[in-house]
């Protein structure tokens, strides 16, 4: 079974609009997550970087919450653009294990015009 | 782009065939890990090395695949008798493990491989 989960599976919004994408994760003892951006058939690229201790890091319009209780993190993307449109990851590793992420499904982002 | 490269970024070959990719890592990180993804997946680790060192392998590394980094600086990562099931994008990512902190992984643009 994954430790990481994401939802939804894929989403379709308009230009300008906003959008949060949900990750729950069982990885425990929990280090660190990441929320990484993937272009088709690119590698991906990171966005943010939490500890535990973090509740929050934005990067531009991309803002990262992380709730280290309930195991839950969040991605919101505000004022979305036509280049949003990717695969968004959400990443995690375990404490004494920071080499070896554990990668959630990922969620498809597609952006209108 | 990254600073990590990959070659090459497509391979098509027959099953049986081997085949061999190769990393760049960004030159002063000391890590580098390779990773496997299939269609709609995450990518899956499978084996990482720190300098020349290759400290840790995933079980899904089975024994036709393996994977070195001599001088602590490019990688390369070998399938023997290859399988359709070996289809995927493999992933190259770097990293420089510093005093503190997480570090961040920097991911190569991938290989592709499809195995007729």
């Known amino acids: 079974k994954n430790q990481v989960e994401q939802s939804p599976q894929s989403l379709i919004i308009l230009e300008g609009k906003n959008c949060t994408l949900q990750?729950?994760?069982?990885?425990?003892?929990?280090?660190?997550l990441r929320w990484y951006k993937q272009d088709t058939g690119r590698g991906p690229v990171s966005l943010t970087i939490?500890?535990?201790?973090?509740n929050t890091k934005s990067n531009g319009r991309y803002t990262a919450t992380l709730d280290a209780d309930t195991k839950q993190s969040s991605l919101h993307i505000t004022a979305s653009q036509l280049s949003d449109s990717a695969s968004y990851i959400c990443v995690v590793s375990g404490e004494g294990n920071d080499y070896k992420l554990s990668f959630g499904a990922g969620t498809t982002v597609t952006v209108r015009a | 782009d990254t600073g990590v490269s990959q070659d090459p970024r497509h391979k098509i070959t027959k099953r049986g065939q081997n085949v061999t990719f190769r990393c760049d890592p960004i030159?002063?990180?000391?890590?580098l890990y390779w990773y496997r993804q299939t269609l709609g997946q995450g990518p899956e680790f499978l084996t990482y090395f720190q300098n020349e060192a290759q400290l840790e392998k995933s079980r899904l590394l089975s024994d036709r695949f393996s994977a070195e980094r001599p001088k602590g600086s490019f990688s390369t990562l070998e399938i023997q008798r290859t399988e359709q099931g070996d289809s995927a994008m493999y992933l190259c990512a770097s990293s420089l493990r510093g005093q503190g902190g997480p570090d961040t992984q920097y991911f190569g643009p991938g290989t592709r491989l499809t195995v007729l």
């Open positions: 990750c729950n994760y069982t990885v425990s003892p929990f280090s660190n």
């Open positions: 030159s002063e990180h000391n890590r």
């Open positions: 939490m500890t535990f201790s973090e």
